[in-house]
């Protein structure tokens, strides 16, 4: 056995383990220290209303990534968050005294002045943009998405060795008349790096403590960080003399009730201000009239994709899921990494085999020994993945950042702890309907004639009503029939906050979207915003609320004349009368008032639709398309009813079309999209169309209104009306080559948009349409039509031929001949 020598003496006065959160090179390091000084308490930079949340950390079913949040009583949402994952030096500690039965306490600023003052830089932020815009209009003052500090968000676990602020030089950062200095990157160009990242990985990551001194990486780290406080002095962090100052304090106590045998994990940058000999008086006036505000703090799920920088997380990292590798493999971090790498690539039907994994770690290493590099880093595995198992691509290398160096951990929270009623309420209906929150996006079919979908589809439209965007509905791939869903999940760490903040409105997820949905409908001012609150409170199923919306829907239906406003609401209003078969609503109060709202619409729309400029004019149409669509529906929800005067809505609608496609004042796009949708519903024979098209293009109507004419009536997917009908076809040819040249170029735009909207086909065949020329598209002898199925007539042999299939899809047994098989023949025809 070799000789592994004396054990470290232990050194005289507190142990000061300066760290980069979230660093697992920091953080095996700190596990080192501390089984090595044994300390009788462990001070941990953090906020100290957390103390009573240790004691959770010892929960197996507290996992990280996990975070503290930090919420305002009286306003929850304001927020700040700690984050810890397993590679945070801070959770180590934590665990490492929990394991031992050691006292552990946080240290830094108390939440409760974090908050507050987090909301007078707001407010400062927010005078100083308002100043900037009025002395430069135009000028956008700085980014309210910037977190403090040169890159840190607020509540983050101090300026560590190695936050890297997002924009700026190595060196510094200069915000207003400060250098705000990054000290890894300092240390990073003293030693001759341009990557700060990469020499942190070379000097820490890949080299683990001394094997006979764990404190000697945290004394050189120390002395490097003493160096930098002597010339920078704070570093352009002002805050950072008062949340030292009460670090100091906290180290004091416990120095008198322990002794010595104290040990404190804090960021790097902050160890040579507790070395510095202070008096209790200094420190407690830096401290004196700090600002106030009432906190409650909880342990809430986090995730290593909002651990990384790219999230916006100031002290985030750019691998969270690297680092975690680094930590839990006990050894042959490389090979284990490009195994992972290449279970990854086959689940994906890569071909990817051993002998892949063997020369991407040769590789690797090679590329770590030509760099100059103690062990391979990401930059080489990544660029050996490429070579060697993506054949050059960066979309199979994107799927392995994604899921493998960032990654999609979703850390969980015990029901043991504290949580506003409404959470736990929300984590009960989680588990009853199983569905789980996951950090990775996916997607949720629901089918509501279920009660479990039912259930589900619920409590998703509740919590976006209270603003909780777990889920946003999606384009369903299959059935599109009301009794289906589409939803896509993806649950992210800011949500508890959202939660938070929706615990003023009640207790259970119920009560408080009831209670929402009632404020939400009187303090609504749009009539718009009524009918989509009251379709939401369907979807929902929130009838106790529904009477509430339904009277402020009746109010503001009855005092809103603009026509604009109530064709906005219909469409909303209409589309919810459709889910009472499938979520057993009773929705009869809503048909009253959208057949009100219908006949308001049908008396006001004509006149709406004069001395309209062009852009008010495509508003107006889009308004038509959607009354059009809900008009349909409506009838056929009033085609059962007792109420005989309403039965007709539809054929009332359609004298309406007709008076708007023959109302010179109105504009061209509503006189043509009046003539198609008439001439959809069967309203309108081709002849009749023709004419209207042929008045509306005649050489007195002025080029922009006949092209708006046209736009109105074949855009939208009208190309196949064209290519289906001659007359038509020949009508548009003929007038567009009679366009005067001067007023071409100012047509030109319209017709491209127009029949840009079509499908290749569609436009590929109009144009041979129009190359061969009027009457050319008949056929010719040995000839046939460009498009294929408009022959004079059917072609019954070709009908037959599908007919035993037909058979078999409709579950048919006739023989042929018989008058089932006829009408297959009509159907193939």
């Given at each position: 056995?070799?000789?592994?020598?004396?054990?470290?003496?232990?050194?005289?006065?507190?142990?000061?383990?300066?760290?980069?959160?979230?660093?697992p090179?920091?953080?095996?390091?700190?596990?080192?220290?501390?089984?090595?000084?044994?300390?009788?308490?462990?001070?941990?930079?953090?906020?100290?209303?957390?103390?009573?949340?240790?004691?959770?950390?010892?929960?197996?079913?507290?996992?990280?990534?996990?975070?503290?949040?930090?919420?305002?009583?009286?306003?929850?949402?304001?927020?700040?968050?700690?984050?810890?994952?397993?590679?945070?030096?801070?959770?180590?500690?934590?665990?490492?005294?929990?394991?031992?039965?050691?006292?552990?306490?946080?240290?830094?600023?108390?939440?409760?002045?974090?908050?507050?003052?987090?909301?007078?830089?707001?407010?400062?932020?927010?005078?100083?943009?308002?100043?900037?815009?009025?002395?430069a209009?135009?000028v956008?003052?700085?980014?309210?998405?910037?977190?403090?500090?040169?890159?840190?968000?607020?509540?983050?676990?101090?300026?560590?060795?190695g936050?890297?602020?997002?924009?700026?030089?190595a060196?510094?950062?200069?915000?207003?008349?400060?250098?705000?200095?990054?000290?890894?990157?300092v240390?990073?160009?003293?030693?001759?790096?341009?990557?700060?990242?990469?020499?942190?990985?070379?000097?820490?990551?890949?080299?683990?403590?001394?094997?006979?001194?764990?404190?000697?990486?945290?004394?050189?780290?120390?002395?490097?960080?003493?160096?930098?406080?002597?010339?920078?002095g704070?570093?352009?962090?002002?805050?950072?003399?008062?949340?030292?100052?009460?670090?100091?304090?906290?180290?004091?106590?416990?120095?008198?009730?322990?002794?010595?045998?104290?040990?404190?994990?804090?960021?790097?940058?902050?160890?040579?201000?507790?070395?510095?000999?202070?008096?209790v008086?200094?420190d407690?006036?830096?401290?004196?009239?700090?600002?106030?505000?009432?906190?409650?703090?909880?342990?809430?799920?986090?995730?290593?994709?909002?651990?990384?920088?790219?999230?916006?997380?100031?002290?985030?990292?750019?691998?969270?899921?690297?680092?975690?590798?680094?930590?839990?493999?006990?050894?042959?971090?490389?090979?284990?990494?490009?195994?992972?790498v290449?279970?990854?690539?086959?689940?994906?039907?890569?071909?990817?085999?051993?002998?892949?994994?063997?020369?991407?770690?040769?590789?690797?290493?090679?590329?770590?020994?030509?760099?100059?590099?103690?062990?391979?880093?990401?930059?080489?595995?990544?660029?050996?993945?490429?070579?060697?198992?993506?054949?050059?691509?960066?979309?199979?290398?994107?799927?392995?950042?994604?899921?493998?160096?960032?990654?999609?951990?979703?850390?969980?929270?015990?029901?043991?702890?504290?949580?506003?009623p409404?959470?736990?309420?929300?984590?009960?209906?989680?588990?009853?309907?199983?569905?789980?929150?996951?950090?990775?996006?996916?997607?949720?079919?629901?089918?509501?004639?279920?009660?479990?979908?039912?259930?589900?589809?619920?409590?998703?439209?509740?919590?976006?009503?209270?603003?909780?965007?777990?889920?946003?509905?999606?384009?369903?791939?299959?059935?599109?029939g009301?009794?289906?869903?589409?939803?896509?999940?993806?649950?992210?760490?800011?949500?508890?906050?959202?939660v938070?903040e929706?615990?003023?409105?009640?207790?259970?997820?119920?009560?408080?979207?009831?209670?929402?949905?009632?404020?939400?409908?009187?303090?609504?001012?749009?009539?718009?915003?009524?009918?989509?609150?009251?379709?939401?409170?369907?979807?929902?199923?929130?009838?106790?609320?529904?009477?509430?919306?339904?009277?402020?829907?009746?109010?503001?239906?009855?005092?809103?004349?603009?026509?604009?406003?109530?064709?906005?609401?219909?469409?909303?209003?209409?589309?919810?009368?459709?889910?009472?078969?499938?979520?057993?609503?009773?929705?009869?109060?809503?048909?009253?008032?959208?057949?009100?709202?219908?006949?308001?619409?049908?008396?006001?729309?004509?006149?709406?639709?004069?001395?309209?400029?062009?852009?008010?004019?495509?508003?107006?149409?889009?308004?038509?398309?959607?009354?059009?669509?809900?008009?349909?529906?409506?009838?056929?929800?009033?085609?059962?009813?007792?109420?005989?005067?309403?039965?007709?809505?539809?054929?009332?609608?359609?004298?309406?079309?007709?008076?708007?496609?023959?109302?010179?004042t109105?504009?061209?796009?509503?006189?043509?999209?009046?003539?198609?949708?008439?001439?959809?519903?069967?309203?309108?024979?081709?002849?009749?169309?023709?004419?209207?098209?042929?008045?509306?293009?005649?050489?007195?109507?002025?080029?922009?209104?006949?092209?708006?004419?046209?736009?109105?009536?074949?855009?939208?997917?009208g190309?196949?009306?064209?290519?289906?009908?001659?007359?038509?076809?020949?009508?548009?040819?003929?007038?567009?080559?009679?366009?005067?040249?001067?007023?071409?170029?100012?047509?030109?735009?319209?017709?491209?948009?127009?029949?840009?909207?079509?499908?290749?086909?569609?436009?590929?065949?109009?144009?041979?349409?129009?190359?061969?020329?009027?009457?050319?598209?008949?056929?010719?002898?040995?000839?046939?039509?460009?498009?294929?199925?408009?022959?004079?007539?059917?072609?019954?042999?070709?009908?037959?031929?599908?007919?035993?299939?037909?058979?078999l899809?409709?579950g048919?047994?006739?023989?042929?001949?018989?008058?089932?098989?006829?009408?297959?023949?009509?159907?193939?025809?």
């Amino acid at each position: 056995m070799t000789d592994s020598g004396p054990r470290p003496a232990r050194r005289s006065g507190p142990l000061l383990l300066g760290v980069r959160h979230h660093g697992p090179g920091s953080a095996r390091a700190v596990r080192a220290a501390l089984d090595a000084a044994c300390p009788a308490v462990v001070l941990i930079e953090g906020p100290p209303e957390a103390d009573a949340l240790i004691p959770l950390a010892a929960d197996p079913d507290l996992r990280p990534p996990v975070a503290l949040l930090a919420h305002a009583v009286d306003e929850p949402g304001r927020s700040a968050f700690w984050p810890l994952a397993e590679f945070s030096p801070e959770w180590v500690a934590v665990r490492w005294a929990l394991r031992h039965g050691v006292p552990a306490r946080f240290i830094d600023l108390p939440a409760t002045h974090t908050l507050a003052w987090q909301e007078q830089e707001q407010e400062q932020e927010q005078k100083q943009k308002q100043e900037q815009e009025k002395e430069a209009p135009g000028v956008s003052g700085p980014d309210e998405r910037a977190p403090d500090r040169g890159g840190r968000a607020p509540g983050e676990l101090g300026p560590a060795a190695g936050e890297q602020a997002p924009d700026g030089p190595a060196a510094a950062l200069v915000a207003g008349d400060q250098a705000r200095v990054d000290p890894l990157a300092v240390l990073a160009d003293a030693a001759g790096y341009d990557d700060p990242e990469r020499w942190w990985e070379d000097v820490v990551e890949h080299r683990g403590p001394g094997e006979r001194d764990p404190f000697a990486p945290f004394d050189a780290l120390a002395e490097a960080m003493g160096a930098l406080r002597e010339r920078f002095g704070t570093g352009g962090h002002p805050r950072d003399a008062v949340r030292e100052a009460h670090m100091r304090l906290r180290l004091r106590d416990a120095r008198k009730e322990f002794g010595d045998a104290v040990a404190v994990v804090c960021g790097a940058w902050h160890v040579p201000a507790l070395r510095e000999r202070t008096t209790v008086t200094a420190d407690r006036a830096l401290l004196k009239g700090l600002p106030k505000v009432r906190t409650d703090l909880t342990w809430v799920p986090w995730t290593h994709r909002r651990l990384a920088r790219s999230s916006g997380y100031g002290a985030g990292i750019d691998s969270p899921g690297w680092y975690g590798h680094l930590f839990r493999a006990p050894d042959r971090p490389v090979e284990r990494w490009l195994t992972r790498v290449a279970g990854l690539l086959r689940e994906e039907d890569m071909i990817v085999s051993s002998a892949h994994v063997i020369e991407a770690v040769r590789l690797a290493e090679t590329l770590a020994a030509m760099r100059g590099r103690p062990l391979p880093g990401l930059g080489e595995t990544m660029d050996a993945v490429r070579a060697v198992m993506c054949d050059g691509s960066d979309v199979p290398l994107s799927l392995v950042h994604d899921r493998l160096v960032v990654g999609d951990v979703l850390g969980e929270v015990p029901e043991s702890a504290p949580a506003v009623p409404l959470q736990r309420d929300l984590a009960r209906q989680q588990r009853s309907l199983r569905i789980r929150p996951e950090a990775l996006e996916r997607e949720l079919e629901l089918d509501l004639r279920g009660d479990t979908d039912a259930g589900r589809s619920r409590l998703l439209h509740r919590l976006r009503l209270l603003g909780v965007g777990w889920g946003e509905p999606a384009r369903s791939r299959g059935s599109t029939g009301t009794f289906r869903e589409t939803w896509r999940l993806r649950w992210e760490p800011e949500l508890a906050v959202k939660v938070a903040e929706a615990g003023v409105w009640g207790t259970t997820v119920l009560g408080a979207t009831q209670a929402k949905a009632e404020a939400d409908a009187t303090a609504a001012t749009a009539l718009a915003d009524v009918t989509a609150l009251a379709e939401q409170c369907l979807l929902a199923g929130l009838p106790d609320a529904l009477p509430v919306v339904m009277r402020v829907l009746a109010d503001r239906a009855a005092l809103d004349t603009d026509v604009g406003h109530l064709a906005q609401a219909l469409p909303a209003l209409v589309r919810s009368l459709r889910y009472g078969d499938v979520r057993g609503t009773d929705t009869g109060a809503l048909t009253g008032v959208a057949a009100g709202l219908a006949e308001r619409i049908f008396v006001g729309l004509p006149p709406a639709c004069t001395s309209l400029d062009a852009d008010a004019a495509d508003e107006m149409r889009g308004h038509v398309d959607a009354v059009h669509t809900a008009v349909g529906l409506l009838a056929e929800t009033l085609a059962g009813t007792a109420d005989p005067g309403r039965g007709d809505l539809r054929e009332r609608w359609r004298t309406v079309l007709r008076a708007l496609s023959l109302r010179d004042t109105a504009p061209g796009v509503i006189r043509g999209r009046a003539v198609r949708l008439l001439l959809d519903d069967g309203a309108l024979d081709a002849g009749e169309a023709a004419r209207l098209m042929g008045l509306a293009l005649s050489p007195g109507t002025p080029p922009a209104d006949a092209a708006a004419w046209i736009e109105g009536f074949v855009g939208g997917g009208g190309g196949l009306l064209l290519v289906h009908d001659d007359r038509l076809l020949g009508l548009v040819d003929a007038w567009l080559t009679g366009v005067p040249a001067e007023a071409f170029t100012d047509v030109l735009p319209l017709l491209r948009r127009t029949f840009a909207a079509y499908e290749p086909g569609v436009r590929r065949t109009l144009g041979e349409l129009v190359r061969r020329g009027p009457g050319e598209r008949a056929d010719r002898p040995g000839e046939h039509t460009v498009t294929p199925g408009f022959a004079a007539e059917p072609d019954i042999g070709r009908a037959d031929a599908v007919l035993p299939v037909l058979r078999l899809l409709l579950g048919l047994e006739t023989e042929p001949g018989t008058i089932d098989d006829n009408r297959l023949a009509e159907v193939g025809t």
